[in-house]
C-alpha cells in the first residue's frame, strides 16, 4: 500500500511548483470545447487567458471575460464583456473554456486563476463558467464544488463560492 500512496504523491508532485501565468496566446486546435474561438477574440476587450506552468511546460489552459452579466452562449460572452470593457464595470469573471494536459492541472488552473482574480481585480464579485450541456462538464464541476445556476438552450452556467 505505501508504494501505492508514493505513487500517487509522485504523480502529483508537479502541482506544487505550478504558477499561474497570463499567455497571449494558444494552439487553439487543442482547446476541447472552444476550438473554434480564435486567439484575437480571446484576448480582445480585457479577455484574459491563463495557463499552469509547471517547469517549462503549460499543463492547464482557462479563457475568461470579464462581463457585467451572465452570458448563455458565446455571442452574449462577446457582447457582454465588449460592454463592461467600454464601461468599466465587469464584476463577473465568466471562464468559457478550459482544459488540460495533465491530470488534475483543469482543476488547478480554475483554483487558481478564481483565487488570483479574487486578489488581484477587487472589482470582481463573482467567478461564472459558460460550460457546454455535457454531462463531463457537469460532473467536473459540480465534483469541484460548483453550483449549477442556470440551464440554457445550448450551456449551463456554474457558479463558484468567491468567498
Same mark, same amino acid.
Given at each position: +500500500?505505501?508504494?501505492?500512496? #508514493?505513487? /500517487?504523491? #509522485? !504523480? !502529483?508532485?508537479?502541482? @506544487?511548483?505550478?504558477? =499561474?501565468?497570463?499567455?497571449? @496566446?494558444?494552439?487553439?486546435? &487543442?482547446? %476541447?470545447?472552444? $476550438?473554434?474561438? &480564435?486567439?484575437? !477574440?480571446?484576448?480582445?476587450?480585457?479577455?484574459?487567458?491563463?495557463?499552469?506552468? @509547471?517547469?517549462?511546460?503549460?499543463?492547464?489552459? /482557462?479563457?475568461?471575460?470579464?462581463?457585467?452579466?451572465? %452570458?448563455?452562449?458565446?455571442? &452574449? =460572452?462577446? =457582447? +457582454?464583456?465588449?460592454?463592461?470593457?467600454? &464601461?468599466?464595470?465587469?464584476?463577473?469573471?465568466?471562464?468559457?473554456?478550459?482544459?488540460?494536459?495533465?491530470?488534475?492541472?483543469?482543476?488547478?488552473?480554475?483554483?487558481?486563476?478564481?483565487?488570483?482574480?479574487?486578489?488581484?481585480?477587487?472589482?470582481?464579485?463573482?467567478? /461564472?463558467? =459558460? @460550460? $457546454?450541456?455535457? $454531462? /463531463?462538464?457537469?460532473?467536473?464541476?459540480?465534483?469541484?464544488?460548483?453550483?449549477?445556476?442556470?440551464?440554457?438552450?445550448?450551456?449551463? #452556467?456554474?457558479?463558484?463560492?468567491?468567498?
Amino acid at each position: +500500500m505505501k508504494k501505492f500512496k #508514493n505513487s /500517487i504523491s #509522485n !504523480f !502529483f508532485s508537479w502541482l @506544487s511548483k505550478a504558477e =499561474l501565468v497570463e499567455l497571449d @496566446s494558444v494552439d487553439t486546435n &487543442e482547446d %476541447p470545447i472552444r $476550438p473554434e474561438i &480564435e486567439n484575437e !477574440f480571446r484576448t480582445a476587450y480585457g479577455r484574459k487567458i491563463y495557463g499552469l506552468k @509547471s517547469s517549462d511546460n503549460v499543463e492547464g489552459f /482557462i479563457c475568461v471575460a470579464f462581463c457585467n452579466e451572465v %452570458p448563455q452562449t458565446v455571442k &452574449e =460572452l462577446d =457582447l +457582454m464583456s465588449k460592454n463592461a470593457f467600454h &464601461e468599466k464595470n465587469g464584476d463577473i469573471a465568466v471562464a468559457y473554456t478550459v482544459w488540460s494536459r495533465k491530470r488534475g492541472a483543469g482543476k488547478e488552473t480554475i483554483f487558481n486563476t478564481k483565487k488570483f482574480v479574487k486578489d488581484e481585480m477587487k472589482n470582481v464579485k463573482r467567478f /461564472i463558467t =459558460l @460550460s $457546454p450541456l455535457t $454531462p /463531463i462538464a457537469t460532473h467536473f464541476h459540480i465534483k469541484h464544488g460548483a453550483k449549477l445556476i442556470k440551464i440554457n438552450a445550448t450551456s449551463q #452556467n456554474f457558479e463558484y463560492d468567491f468567498n
